[in-house]
């Protein structure tokens, strides 16, 4: 048994548990669901719902915000608070680009219709597509 184990703690936990009891997601189901659909990595590797997890390993999981990194400093079954839930693990997700660098994305109105060939010029200038 791992020093950073509390005595009597388990060696090894469920990886879908483990998210969700650090709060990574928010349900159980929903930890489950992201390792069944290729969303939870364990060391690079993909990783099954019941796939064990250890201290020192690295869970990738991606969420609707990005991509998170967390190493394992503390193995936990039940949910807890988020104060004691940040101490189980390190975060190294980088931060989120600055607003000037994210992609620009041409929206136009819903119910406007077919872009005119002067709107589809705009729209390819926009994107980089086309220079004149």
């Not at 009891?21 to 189901?29: E, G, Y």
């Not at 969303?39 to 719902?49: I, L, Q």
């Not at 994305?105 to 980089?128: C, F, H, M, Q, S």
Request: hydrophobic content about 40%; overall charge positive; some cysteine.
């Amino acid at each position: 048994m791992n020093a950073a184990t509390p005595p009597g703690g388990p060696s090894t936990v469920r990886v879908d548990s483990w998210i969700w009891a650090v709060r990574v997601l928010k349900t159980r189901s929903a930890a489950t669901a992201a390792s069944k659909a290729g969303h939870v990595r364990v060391n690079d590797e993909r990783a099954k719902a019941a796939q064990s997890v250890r201290i020192g390993d690295e869970v990738r999981v991606r969420t609707g915000e990005g991509e998170r990194i967390l190493i394992v400093r503390r193995l936990i079954v039940k949910r807890v608070s988020a104060a004691v839930a940040a101490e189980c693990f390190d975060d190294l997700t980088p931060p989120p680009p600055p607003r000037e660098e994210r992609v620009v994305t041409a929206v136009r109105d819903r119910g406007a219709g077919r872009p005119t060939k002067k709107d589809r010029r705009d729209i390819e200038r926009l994107l980089g597509e086309r220079q004149l």
